[in-house]
């Protein structure tokens, strides 16, 4: 079964410092993966996909991540980290096709704080 | 833009109390999903559908039951509310898995429900 794996519960870094947000994926076959973000009392919003491509994704609000085959990593960054990017971030992969269903599963999840 | 709204936002109930949670979208989407948030679960995926009449289920089921009527509409129902469905529940949908657009699942703001 395809799944991700985010190692950090928590991510602490100081406003102004760069970031990294963790998760490494195992499936079979090509991954399609995802980030979103979740803000408290929100919904979870799009961030970026890897679908096939250039291995540096670009996506919202400055985020970019790296899709690194060999290491069977997708590891979300930003330069610049800002303290309105405290949230709780997911990475997901997409589960098998169903009927077109694009059905995800998701990592528990990293809880980024950015220290002012 | 709210293209998926999720009622009531927060909700509390009694244990085996049956409990619909509504979820509407505008932007078409084929496909419509429901997950569960629980602390240290991440997300779960409990029913989705592919187009109007056509449910499957997800990785934690039980208790639950979905209708698709319409193309927009996806409720959820907790036949008999007990204390392990109190959670965040999220609806979601996404378009074809085609094109730019395909493969993107987008959530609406959540349901708290809390079952007493």
């Known amino acids: 079964a395809q799944s991700v794996a985010q190692p950090e519960d928590q991510v602490n870094v100081a406003e102004g410092n760069p970031l990294t947000v963790k998760c490494t994926y195992s499936v079979s076959g090509n991954p399609y993966l995802f980030w979103y973000v979740q803000y408290p009392n929100r919904g979870l919003q799009f961030l970026l996909k890897y679908i096939t491509g250039d291995n540096l994704v670009k996506g919202s609000y400055g985020f970019e991540a790296e899709f690194n085959k060999s290491q069977t990593s997708f590891h979300l960054k930003k330069p610049s980290a800002l303290v309105s990017d405290s949230a709780l971030y997911f990475c997901?992969?997409?589960?098998?096709?169903?009927?077109?269903?694009?059905?995800?599963?998701f990592g528990q999840g990293t809880r980024l704080t950015i220290n002012p | 833009d709210a293209g998926i709204t999720q009622s009531p936002r927060y909700k509390i109930t009694e244990t085996g109390r049956q409990v619909t949670l509504m979820c509407h979208q505008t932007w078409s989407h084929s496909y419509m999903f429901w997950y569960r948030q629980d602390l240290g679960h991440g997300l779960r995926l409990i029913y989705y559908?592919?187009?109007?009449?056509?449910?499957d289920k997800g990785e934690v089921p039980d208790g639950y039951v979905v209708s698709r009527s319409k193309t927009e509409n996806f409720p959820l129902t907790l036949e008999s509310a007990t204390r392990s469905q109190t959670s965040v529940y999220f609806c979601?949908?996404?378009?074809?898995?085609?094109?730019?657009?395909?493969?993107?699942?987008?959530f609406g703001e959540g349901s708290w429900l809390t079952v007493v």
């Open positions: 979601a949908s996404s378009h074809t898995t085609g094109g730019i657009s395909g493969n993107t699942i987008y």
């Open positions: 559908s592919a187009a109007a009449d056509i449910t």
């Open positions: 997901a992969v997409r589960d098998i096709e169903i009927q077109g269903a694009q059905k995800l599963v």
